[in-house]
Every structure is written in structure tokens, then in C-alpha cells.
């Protein structure tokens, strides 16, 4: 070989095949796998300053709360305080449906000897619930308005949300992949439902809706990419009218629960934020998905 045969420094590609790759090839995927975490948790931040640290925002969502909590529809649902009645619509139900679907949630991950799912499963829901009580209490909210004695406690972000996302998600990860879309769909459902069904009740507002599902997406997006790859796979394929068939669905429930006596109108904007809620787990649910297959 003479020396116009030998290949310069300059002609190696530091990324040619059987080369370790360029550290711009290891660092990138390590900085972009995190992404979706931090927009959802930007736009928790954005929900916070926005509705609870304006002035504009507390006069729109005070303006929703009038009248009384037993106006709504679903209050009949709801039971006494210490009685029985649909999950998260009673005051004492919280706690033995958050132990409940993480019970249930650790005993799907031992028969399916999914371990790193169950522990993703389990610490999305410790992350979201734990972290909605540490917001609530660090969080303040200003009385920018003036408002009544009733409307400035704080309640961002919600708790019974919180729980409904929490555990739909760690549901999502711990499930096989054939049913997985499915599970999603179904915990849309219950989120959307418990969404509006706390909004029209005046336990909560929008913002304190959305805020508890942001975070809760972020959870699930950051446990899912701290997965290992093979355990991180999603489906190869998901039924076409799935989405639309499960927003549908979300829709329906979130205008039952949300519907109160006294207005026809100020429900709309609790149904809607909670069919928000809905289609934000979806997307943290596809986006995993998408970026698995690719």
C-alpha cells in the first residue's frame, strides 16, 4: 500500500460501524430521553402560575364556583361522608382505593414477574400522590381578588385526581401489551369522571385538576424511560379507533359528572378540563409507545 492508498485522520468517521460511538451520540439520547417528563411538569408550572397566581386566573375559576355542592347531579352519588358510594366520591374512600390499586397493581407485576414494571407501577403512584400533598402544602395561594372566606384555601393540586391518575398509569405500565391500550382506555374513563365529578362537587377546581394530571404524567414519563428497553416495550399495533372510541367515552363521563341543576353552562368548563385530563394521559401513554417502536 503506498502512502497515497493510506486513509488520512481526517477520512475516519468517529462513528463508523464497529467504532464506539461519538460521545455526541451517547449524550444526546440521555438529554432528549427526559423531554416529555419535563413538558408535562412546564406545564404544570404554567397551570400554577397562570390560574392560581393572577389575579385573572382566580376571578375565572371563582367565577365557576356558585351555588351549592348538592346542585350537582352526581352529589346523590357522593353518600354520606362516612358511608358507602362510587370510589373517590366519598371523603373516606380515598385512601382504601389509593391502597387498593396499589395492592392490585403489585399483584399484577408477581404473576406477570414483571419486576421493573411493578416498581416503576408502584413508584408513579407514590411520585404523583406524594408529590400533589408536597405542592399543596408548599404551594401558596395569594388572595388576589378579594374572595369569599371559602375560596381561599388552597387546593392545588388535587388529591382525588392525583389517585384516579396515579394508579391508571401505574395500571398502564404493569399490563401486558395486548391489554394495555385498553387499560388506558378504561382509566380514562375513571379519571375523567372523578375529574369532573370533584370539580362540580366544588372540591376542586380546573386547574387543580389538570395540575394533578400533569404531574402525574410526568411521573409515568420519567419511570417509563428509566425502564430497560426490552421491559419498556409497548404493543406493536393499537386498534385505529381506540382513541377516538376512548375520548368519546371520556366525553360521555365527564358531562354526567360535571352536570349540576343550577347552570348548564359552568359544567362545559369543568367536562372540559377533565376531558383535558383524559386526553393528557393518552398522550403520555402514545408518546411512550412511539418512541419504543422507533
Known sequence: MTQQDRPSLSTIRPDAPGRAPGPSRTIRPFLTSGAPALLFLLGFTAVYLIAVATQFGQLAENSLIKGYADSAWVFQWTGPSDGWGPPLLVHNSAMPTLAAGTVLIAAVALVRRCWWHGCAAISVVVATVGGTEAFR??????????????????????????????????????????????????????LAFTAAAVQALYWHRPSDALGATLLACACYSLAARLLPPSAAAGPKRRPRALPATALALSAAGALAASAREDSATRPLAFATAALLCSALVWIAVADRGQRRAA
Do not use: K
Open 137 to 190: 402544602a408548599v404551594l401558596p395561594r395569594p388572595d388576589l381578588t378579594g374572595a369569599t372566606e371559602g375560596l381561599t384555601g388552597t387546593s392545588f393540586p388535587s388529591g382525588h385526581v392525583a389517585i384516579a391518575a396515579g394508579l391508571t398509569l401505574g395500571a398502564v405500565l404493569v399490563a401486558s401489551p395486548r391489554v394495555r391500550p385498553y387499560v388506558a382506555a378504561a382509566g380514562m374513563l375513571w
